[in-house]
């Protein structure tokens, strides 16, 4: 086999395992051991939006929720109406956070963390981000925590 030949399989092959990972979607009823671990998917961040600006961001000081710092009791029916672009809230692990401020920054796109607004996303957190801890990465957002709805 030629160095040509060679060249085009792994180039065909690459071509077959990234369609395979944008197209695959697995819920989340799915076992985790059923589940096969597959390349995420970046897309490129504008100038100033990479991860060391989000830490110097985070690190700032700047209050990016709004809130002054407070943390607040929050139900569920208030989260789901959170779910703009503008206005993005979303549940991981029992705690509330205003993911506006941080959408252009995270290297998966806007569309994917947009996902999870308005919504519980512990699950899909969990299933691409299992070694990162949120109460770290999106401490500056932290608006509240999750309370059952009051009658």
Known sequence: MSARDTAREQKEEAKKDENDTETAEKTEDEPISDRSIRRRKKVPLQ??????DWAKLSASGRDLTGTGGRVFPIPMSEVKKHNSREDAWTVVRGKVYVISPYLNFHPGGVDM????????????????????????????????VLVPESD
């Open 47 to 52: 100038p100033g939006f990479s991860a060391l």
């Open 113 to 144: 963390l947009m996902k999870g607004a308005g919504r519980d996303a512990t699950a899909l957190f969990e299933k691409y981000h299992r070694w990162v801890s949120p109460e770290v990465l999106l401490r500056p957002c932290l608006i509240g």
